[in-house]
């Protein structure tokens, strides 16, 4: 059975930084893109970072460009999401996922992945 579970959430105050981790166990996905989401209460989930399955190209929505960094350790089966200067709209559950697909250009995409994690709460407060 594939699973991707997700660790590193917790409380943080403004300004601070938290890694989450997302380990793969059933498979490897070292040749799986891999991707993290978020959601927000009362909001759609959305793309927040994605990796290749090479580690070579990464991709970023635009709110977290410059404070997020997703790397990924295929010996391990993990890939990262750094967070440094949060913000409280940063506030939501994140999720990692895994997709099958090769194509780079649709990788902020939610349907194109085919595994997800159970998600780990994020909270920054002010």
């Known amino acids: 059975q594939v699973q991707l579970a997700e660790s590193g959430g917790g409380v943080v105050q403004a300004g601070g930084s938290l890694r989450l981790s997302c380990t793969a166990s059933g498979r490897s996905f070292s040749r799986n893109g891999m991707g993290w989401f978020r959601q927000a209460p009362g909001k759609e989930r959305e793309f927040v970072a994605g990796?290749?399955?090479?580690?070579?190209?990464?991709y970023y929505a635009d709110s977290v460009k410059g404070r997020f960094t997703i790397s990924r350790d295929n010996a391990k089966n993990t890939v990262y999401l750094q967070m440094n200067s949060l913000k409280p709209e940063d506030t939501a559950v994140y999720y990692c996922?895994?997709?099958?697909?090769?194509?780079?250009?649709?990788?902020?995409?939610?349907?194109?992945?085919?595994?997800w994690g159970q998600g780990t709460q994020v909270t920054v407060s002010t």
């Open positions: 990796v290749s399955w090479s580690g070579g190209t990464t």
């Open positions: 996922a895994a997709r099958t697909t090769a194509v780079m250009l649709t990788m902020t995409m939610a349907t194109t992945y085919e595994y």
